[in-house]
């Protein structure tokens, strides 16, 4: 089992920059793809990001693919989200996400065995 802990989550003004950070431990993650989901009041989660951790290859949402870039740290167990031009329809609680599954059906229907707690992303108008 994987425990994820995300930090970063803030109030921030329209068009600022967030750099979400979520720390894995608990096991090694060289099979695993990470990743990030979010939910917005009233809506379901939905995907974000992924991204593969042994090699690195990336997967974003078309909402967040021009704006967002995920990354990991190899060395720190870490992985990133960089949220540029941030806009109030992005205001939501952020997960991690980690499973030893590939990016496919499960990553985008979120099927996948580990979460974190979550860090709330407001951003004002």
């Known amino acids: 089992q994987v425990q994820l802990v995300e930090s970063g989550g803030r109030l921030v003004q329209a068009g600022g920059s967030l750099r979400l950070s979520c720390a894995a431990s608990g096991r090694t993650f060289s099979s695993y793809t990470m990743g990030w989901f979010r939910q917005a009041p009233g809506k379901e989660r939905e995907f974000v990001a992924a991204?593969?951790?042994?090699?690195?290859?990336?997967y974003y949402a078309n909402s967040a693919k021009v704006r967002f870039t995920i990354s990991r740290d190899k060395a720190e167990n870490t992985v990133y989200l960089q949220m540029n031009s941030l806009k109030p329809e992005d205001t939501a609680v952020y997960y991690c996400?980690?499973?030893?599954?590939?990016?496919?059906?499960?990553?985008?229907?979120?099927?996948?065995?580990?979460w974190g707690q979550g860090t709330q992303v407001t951003v004002s108008s």
């Open positions: 996400a980690a499973d030893s599954a590939f990016y496919g059906s499960r990553w985008r229907s979120g099927d996948l065995r580990s």
């Open positions: 991204i593969n951790w042994s090699s690195g290859n990336t």
